[in-house]
């Protein structure tokens, strides 16, 4: 089968794709094999690509157009290695017309692969208790803006929740591969927004910082990072021993998977007993593994302590790698924070913007009074998507600099954006179309256009 060929089968059109009743889960999938040249491909070429239905917590199938695309990338070291992204396309979008890309950067916060976007999103999927479910909504509203939409397994196919920089080649690579499939008709030239909160926001800042380098020909117009983290090594000893202590477990367990000294470190000092605990996050969704980790103190299971380990070479080594802010974006950012925030602590994210602006980065920060950690990304969606409309129109930046609000969401942009966001949320549930808005006017150029089909191996090779 020819490549063009196997492109057709991917085109777009108003029947679904055949409902899968329980999808396999990612290590049982052959989708995501990589195939033998992997090495001979480039960064976001495409390897296969299949239809899939996209569901509303697994269930109410949602009427959009959605595909995923395995791509080569690369780890932290730079070796290659292949991750998927689902991307999505308003229902019957026009092709004729221009349309941006957000590359949408799912909060993971999960080594377990029933939490990858690729899987979770999907209609039959059992995920119950993961982020990417819940962030859907967001994904949607950037949709129903006529905006195709990137989602990438920014962890990879072995989930390394927390790893430095990695997030950032697999999200480029995501988009590098999105405007390469010839279904969607986009063009080299496409504008590019990225976009994520929480662990979402920190693999946002992440590609926000490699971008210059690793991905230059990519038209970046700006980048929203809500609570990014900031620090997480603070976050770890911040968050040991409370509710959330839970967010510290699964980010140890996801960095001793890049990290291949972590893991002897901690096999070292840690009694058996913790070493199960973390064995457990493997298979446990981001929510459960929270109520299962509640209140456990990760001092206690330490020869010696945590204020030992921290100090130890390895992991300071390590704890200095995962601290974003070491580059400068070059595109301008969006940054949010609540100052009251139970999970995220805003000194945190202070310094992570502090480093951005003394690097010379154009960034816009809203701090939120009264907003909690997960209410935040919903309550301040009207303002994010804003932003991110008025960069791909070009308009003019805000000015630069930290602002403190009561709240994002009583402001004229929040309550009409949310009337409009309450709309979306019972088309999704009802399963309605999310179509894009009526036509602007502005059309594709017809001028030719980089494709990657020479390297792209049919669904069919199987």
Not at 78 to 101: D, F, G, K, S
Not at 116 to 140: D, K, N, T, V
Not at 309 to 319: F, G, S, W
């Amino acid at each position: 089968m020819s490549a063009q060929r196997a492109w057709d089968e991917y085109a777009v059109s108003p029947d679904p794709p055949t409902f899968v009743p329980r999808p396999v889960v990612p290590h049982d999938d052959p989708f995501y094999l990589p195939p033998a040249n992997l090495d001979r491909l480039r960064p976001g070429a495409i390897v296969r690509a299949r239809r899939v239905e996209i569901g509303f917590f697994g269930l109410v199938p949602q009427r959009v157009s959605a595909w995923q695309l395995l791509f080569r990338t690369c780890d932290l070291d730079r070796v290659p290695e292949v991750a998927v992204t689902t991307v999505l396309l308003p229902w019957e979008a026009n092709l004729a017309e221009q349309r941006p890309v957000v590359s949408f950067q799912c909060a993971i916060d999960a080594v377990a692969e029933q939490c990858l976007p690729s899987y979770a999103l999907r209609r039959g999927a059992r995920a119950a208790g993961s982020i990417p479910q819940i962030e859907l909504p967001l994904i949607a509203s950037a949709l129903a803006r006529g905006w195709a939409v990137s989602v990438p397994d920014h962890g990879g196919t072995a989930n390394r929740f927390g790893v430095a920089t990695e997030p950032g080649y697999r999200a480029l690579d995501g988009v590098r591969a999105c405007l390469a499939f010839d279904p969607l008709e986009l063009e080299a030239t496409t504008p590019v927004a990225l976009w994520g909160y929480s662990g979402g926001g920190l693999a946002t800042s992440w590609a926000a910082e490699v971008a210059a380098e690793y991905a230059p020909e990519l038209n970046i117009v700006g980048a929203v990072a809500g609570s990014p983290v900031g620090d997480p090594a603070a976050a770890f000893v911040r968050l040991n021993a409370t509710w959330f202590a839970g967010f510290a477990a699964v980010f140890t367990a996801g960095l001793r998977r890049g990290y291949s000294d972590l893991d002897r470190l901690l096999r070292a000092h840690l009694r058996p007993q913790y070493l199960r605990w973390l064995a457990e996050t493997e298979t446990m969704a981001t929510f459960p593994l929270l109520y299962r980790f509640a209140r456990r103190n990760v001092d206690e299971h330490i020869g010696g302590g945590v204020d030992a380990l921290l100090a130890h070479p390895v992991l300071q080594r390590i704890l200095d790698d995962i601290r974003p802010g070491r580059q400068a974006p070059a595109m301008p950012m969006l940054m949010l924070q609540g100052v009251n925030d139970e999970v995220i602590a805003v000194e945190d994210v202070d310094e992570h913007v502090a480093r951005y602006t003394s690097a010379g980065v154009h960034v816009q920060y809203l701090r939120d009074r009264l907003s909690t950690h997960i209410l935040l990304q919903f309550l301040a969606l009207p303002v994010m998507v804003d932003w991110l409309a008025a960069r791909f129109a070009g308009r003019e930046l805000s000015s630069a600099g930290t602002e403190t609000v009561w709240s994002l969401a009583l402001t004229r942009v929040g309550v009409t954006g949310h009337m409009r966001f309450a709309t979306l949320l019972v088309r999704m549930g009802l399963g309605l179309p999310i179509r894009a808005p009526r036509s602007t006017g502005a059309r594709r150029s017809d001028a030719p256009r980089p494709s990657l089909r020479s390297v792209a191996v049919p669904t069919s090779s199987f």
